[in-house]
Structures are given as C-alpha cells and as structure tokens.
C-alpha cells in the first residue's frame, strides 16, 4: 500500500513538473537570436605594399548564423594595444559595406585598401569587422566577427607614391580607365591638329 502511494506521488509530481515546465515556456517564448559569422579567419598580404597603391584584398563572406532576420555592416577596429601601425578606416573600403541578411544567408564582401601617397613605413593590423547594425538608441547588439588583416608598407618617395597611385588607378578600373585615357588623347590630338593646320592656313593667305 505504501508503495503504491509512493508510486501515485511521484507520478503527480512528474506531471507537475512538467506541466510548470509548458507554462513557462508559454509564458516566457524563447526570444529569437541574432547572431553573425565570417568564412574568412585571416588576411595575410606577404608582398611589401607601395604607398598610394591601390590593392584588391580577398573578399569576406559574411554569414547570418541567427534564427532572425537582421542587417549588418562593415568596419574598421583594432585591439587596444597593438605593436602594429593602426590603418585609417577610410583607407578601405567594402561592396556592400551594409546589407540585410535572411537566417542561414551569406553576403560575399569585396575589400579594397587605397594607401595615401605619404604614410609611415612598417606593419600593419586591422580587424575586418561584420555586425549587426544598432536599431535603437541605447541598443546595442554586442556580437561581432571579425577578419584578421596584415600587412606591410614599403618606404618611399612621393614621387614613387605618385608613380604608384597612376599605375594602380589605370591597373584596378581597366579597361575603362584605358578607354578613357584613349578617349582623351584621341581629344588633345584632334584639337593640337586643327590649331595647327589653322595657323598654317592663315600664314600662308597672308604670304599671298
């Protein structure tokens, strides 16, 4: 007999508990994660870049690993203290640097550092950063991830930095910017030849 109220009770109790169970989930629903990855650890450029070069990094897939949607973008951060040199942000720059990601979707980022034609020599580090954008005031969503990124700057003239920044600009917008180059060459010529038969025109309606 003892037994079997002992049975009837932790049965009873089973079921208590697990009724207290459903009504907190009902009472409290799981909140929705946001959450944010990249398929890219490391960027590690081993060739000495030229000051005012302009240099294609490898792109930066960004994956929303939440169970929501969200948007998300790119950016610049260091670690506090760092041995190496700290690149200005606005010296990369990201396509798209913002974009709306669905659960389980990828953004593939493309990177692309422009040095400055005067800049210290030396190493340099940088986080790539994804993370979701603040939506509120007051907010914020404190995940992230993030792209190691070194690499190393070559001292130099400002005149090799000038050479570099030309030779980059023409290399990276090929072939519009030789189109251009065309173009405006094709403008020069046809305005220097018809200066010139003009003024041999004139020089020799004047000897007659």
Do not use: C
């Amino acid at each position: 007999m003892e037994s079997l109220i002992i049975q009837l009770t932790k049965i009873f109790m089973k079921k208590t508990a697990l009724l207290i169970i459903i009504g907190l989930l009902i009472a409290f629903p799981l909140q929705a994660k946001i959450g944010v990855g990249v398929g890219l650890g490391k960027i590690q450029i081993d060739e000495p870049l030229k000051p005012g070069g302009i240099y294609t990094f490898p792109s930066v897939p960004v994956l929303n690993t939440g169970d929501e949607p969200a948007d998300y973008e790119m950016e610049i951060t260091f670690q506090h203290e760092q041995p190496q040199h700290k690149p200005e942000a606005n010296w990369f720059s990201f396509t798209p640097q913002a974009f709306h990601l669905e659960p389980g979707q990828s953004q593939t980022v493309a990177v692309r550092l422009i040095l400055p034609t005067k800049l210290s020599s030396g190493d340099y580090f940088a986080y790539l950063e994804a993370h979701p954008i603040q939506k509120a005031e007051g907010v914020t969503i404190g995940i992230a991830a993030a792209t190691k990124t070194y690499f190393t700057v070559q001292a130099g003239s400002v005149l090799g930095a000038f050479t570099e920044r030309v030779k980059s600009f023409f290399t990276t917008y090929s072939p519009a910017s030789f189109i251009v180059l065309g173009i405006i060459v094709l403008i020069i010529f046809i305005l220097s030849f018809r200066k010139y038969f003009a003024l041999k025109f004139k020089i020799e309606r004047k000897k007659k």
